[in-house]
């Protein structure tokens, strides 16, 4: 379920994070789910222990996780990884907003892309 990019410009325990947050998100891992052990998950990924550490310290860090001293990490009860995810969107709008408007579009070019898209995906106003 986790697949590392060693390509990518993102440091491993961010992609790691990145990609727990979104199975949370995605109901694959629901509120209460006891996480892989640090050990376990980082013999599967074949990376150092302290990368996926620093993974789970995040993911507590923004209320997504918590820890259970001597059973691991679950995830928490509440919406902490959808709102992380949809913080994620947002910045990913931002950065598309203003690669348009780098390459020269305007506004309601902007708006019509994004009316596009909205219709593909079948969103309503």
């Known amino acids: 379920m986790i697949t590392l990019d ?6 491993i325990y961010l992609q790691i994070k990145n990609r727990i947050a979104e199975l949370v998100m995605l ?11 640090v050990r376990s998950l980082a013999g599967e990924l074949g990376i150092n222990p ?24 679950f ?4 919406n902490s990884a959808r709102a992380l ?5 947002q ?5 598309a907003v203003q690669q348009a408007r ?3 579009a305007d506004l309601p070019t902007i708006l019509a892309w994004v009316q596009e ?9």
């Open 6 to 11: 060693y390509q990518s410009k993102d440091p």
């Open 27 to 37: 109901g694959v891992y629901p509120p209460g789910t006891q996480l892989p052990s």
């Open 50 to 73: 302290n990368t996926i550490q620093k993974a789970y310290q995040e993911l507590e860090a923004a209320g997504i996780t918590c820890s259970v001293s001597g059973k691991g990490s």
């Open 75 to 78: 995830v928490a009860e509440g």
């Open 85 to 89: 995810m949809l913080v994620k969107c």
């Open 91 to 95: 910045q990913a709008v931002r950065t």
């Open 102 to 104: 780098l390459a020269g």
């Open 117 to 125: 898209e909205c219709n593909e995906e079948g969103l309503q106003p």
